[in-house]
């Protein structure tokens, strides 16, 4: 039987409190159906057409926001794998070490084959002393959000800005249809019923959390587009070789596959589909680090592009690791000049040929542009 005490009874009362938001939420929900579906549409509206055109497409927005909002509320939190856990005897090397450059070291061995980059502060491995396992990269203790009574994580933060998106549309939608017949309320233009209340009330609410919604909207797309959480925007991640705040990003489309996935198909549905596993994730650093080889296992360190930027060489899981493979097939094709020499020198001689004979003369009074295209120059993986 679990020990009952204050403490119980006080998780149990904060259990209770952090339902509020979600049930006033629901409530809100429901009496919108009622003031739209009925009030509105079949009470008010008196062309058949505007009705089904409104009901149709009300309904796919309700049913695309409850959907969202439910698998945003009901999606489990991920926990850290087993490797990231200490082992028995690390825990007892833990315990009989005092706090220090010693703890450390028991913590970096540990630490030196699990796929992380990131450090405290003081440049310590993250150990997370309640749990007693090293932490993630970008994994902290779950801080529940007190809109959907759940932790927003790896787990839920595709649906989480679904729920956003299709909140704020719903909204819009509501407030663009209703607005008609909110100005008919103020020149007396519909009838003495209680509709015109639903009316009113409805385009007060939808207009206000429209714009409360676009902000929020707004804050989680820039964050997606830069690949930061919400505490990576507050305070920047610090790696071996210092604070980066570009740590994390690999472009703007590569970002966004990150958290919809590569399947274009799902990324409105409240379906999961991001990509890796949160526990590990590909980095774009501008630094290069002291402790780690030069260049990642496959790339050839001969390259000597200085735009390139080097990436950790620690393994990332395949989910993640791909979003690096255009970066990498330029690399390798820029640094082995030798691979298919001699196909090249016919291709040039055939190039040379034609354009002596051929197009020389009619081109010979055209002045061409001078501009080349560097190929070993990816955008989509500078940090920006």
Known sequence: MAPSGPGSVRRRCRRVLYWIPVVFISLLLGWSYYAYAIQLCIVSMENIGEQVVCLIAYHLLFAMFVWSYWKTIFTLPMNPSKEFHLSYAEKELLEREPRGEAHQEVLRRAAKDLPIYTRTMSGAIRYCDRCQLIKPDRCHHCSVCDKVNNCVGFSNYKFFLLFLAYSLLY????????LQYF????TNGLPDTQAKFHIMF???AAAMFSVSLSSLFGYHCWLVSKNKSTLEAFRSPVFRHGTDKNGFSLGFSKNMRQVFG?????????????????????????????EQPSTPAGLNSSSKNPENHQFPAKPLRESQ???????QSWTESSTNPGKGKSGKGMLCLAIWIYFIFILWPHLRHVELPGQGWNPSCDRDLCCN
């Open 171 to 178: 909204c819009l939608f509501i407030a663009a249809t209703d």
């Open 202 to 204: 409805l385009f007060f």
């Open 321 to 327: 690791s791909h979003l690096l493979t255009d970066s």
């Open 183 to 186: 100005i008919k309320f103020w």
């Open 262 to 290: 590569d399947e274009k198909k799902y990324w409105l549905l409240p379906i999961f589909s991001s990509l890796g596993d949160g526990c590990s994730f590909p980095t774009c650093l501008v630094n290069q680090d002291p």
